[in-house]
């Protein structure tokens, strides 16, 4: 079975611009969790989308947002990037969010100069 | 507040040798408690999960303790190999909560450990 694949793996923007990634989680899997890991805060929990719905969401400004299709596949946007937003997203799946059986994926390294 | 406190931030052995890393926690009320093992570049792993029942679990050379008097846990690693240089994170979850709200895990900022040949 796939493991969770997210994409891009690595990504440069520049301050003022928006991204989008992505996450597929693993088949089966209907929980997506978002977290942002800095050298300084550590892992910190974004939000998380059980079906399509946002079920959970942690301390982030609304430039944060995203959602979930009906396939399960997450997308996570950032508007307005600044320089602080530079970190590497991670995002895991579970059956039913069950956070004890989160499966990680590679993560997307974002640099915003 | 909840949170988890690890020690130390970083730490260098010699390949071969046992270390011990250590985690504080004041998350409350308690449920379990997993050791998440990151590779540079990669997403965590799961090492081991602990319930308040469990006082040790062992998956290979890791080892990991709680004392939930204490609310503290370690996880030892012996006989340390080059692929064991990874971060080393606790993460706490609390009773009741589910997914990864604010108020359902607390992560640490994770032990950087680095084997040396």
């Known amino acids: 079975k796939a493991g969770v694949t997210q994409t891009p793996r690595y990504l440069i923007k520049t301050r003022g611009q928006q991204v989008t990634l992505s996450c597929s989680p693993i088949?089966?899997?209907?929980?997506v969790s978002w977290y942002q890991q800095t050298p300084g805060q550590g892992l910190q929990f974004l939000f998380e989308y059980f079906s399509e719905t946002q079920r959970n969401k942690g301390n982030f400004p609304g430039r944060f947002s995203g959602r979930q299709f009906s396939n399960s596949r997450s997308e996570m946007n950032v508007s307005t990037l600044e320089l602080g937003d530079s970190a590497l997203y991670l995002c895991?799946?579970?059956?039913?969010?069950?956070?004890?059986?989160?499966?990680f994926g590679p993560g997307t390294r974002l640099t915003v100069t | 507040k909840n949170q988890v406190e690890q020690s130390p931030q970083s730490l260098i052995i010699l390949e071969g040798k046992n270390c011990t890393l250590q985690c504080n926690y004041t998350v409350s009320p308690f449920s379990n408690l997993r050791w998440y093992k990151q590779d540079t570049g990669r997403g965590p792993v799961s090492l081991t999960i602990m319930t308040f029942s469990e006082n040790t679990k062992s998956n290979g050379r890791y080892t990991a303790t709680l004392d939930a008097d204490t609310k503290q846990s370690s996880l030892h690693i012996t006989a340390s190999q080059l692929s064991d240089s990874a971060s080393y994170i606790c993460?706490?979850?609390?009773?009741?909560?589910?997914?990864?709200?604010?108020?359902?895990?607390?992560f640490g900022k994770g032990t950087h450990l680095i084997i040396q040949p």
């Open positions: 993460v706490v979850s609390a009773l009741g909560r589910s997914g990864g709200g604010a108020d359902g895990l607390t």
């Open positions: 088949s089966g899997h209907r929980s």
């Open positions: 895991a799946s579970s059956l039913a969010g069950e956070w004890n059986e989160q499966y």
